[in-house]
């Protein structure tokens, strides 16, 4: 079993920046590929980006290519979300998965979820 935890998240600024940090529990991340998705009031939960266990793979969702970065470190059991270039489309309740599947950025792959943390951008 595994338990995670999101913090970081806050009220920014437009063009502000924000550091997501997910910590684990339970269980050691290098079994797992870990993502992050987000979820808008009335909206689906959507990919955000995703690394691979060794970091040495990382994927994002076009929205974000450029402006976020993912990061991992397993010997602390932390994944991290930098988000950098804030736009309002970019508010929502962020969440941390962990999936076995290579398919990553398909919620209904994931095995476990934190239980999100609001970021809100706005001026």
């Known amino acids: 079993q595994v338990q995670l935890a999101e913090s970081g998240g806050g009220l920014v600024q437009p063009g502000g920046s924000l550091r997501l940090s997910c910590s684990a529990s339970?269980?050691?991340?290098?079994?797992?590929?870990m993502g992050w998705f987000r979820q808008a009031p009335g909206q689906e939960r959507e990919f955000v980006a995703a690394s691979d266990w060794r970091d040495s793979v990382r994927d994002y969702a076009d929205s974000v290519r450029g402006r976020f970065t993912i990061s991992r470190d397993n010997a602390k059991n932390t994944v991290a979300l930098q988000m950098d270039s804030l736009k309002p489309e970019d508010t929502a309740v962020y969440y941390c998965?962990?999936?076995?599947?290579?398919?990553?950025?398909?919620?209904?792959?994931?095995?476990?979820w934190g239980q999100g943390t609001q970021v809100t951008v706005s001026s």
């Open positions: 339970g269980r050691t991340l290098s079994t797992f590929i």
């Open positions: 998965g962990a999936t076995y599947s290579s398919s990553w950025e398909k919620e209904y792959e994931y095995e476990y």
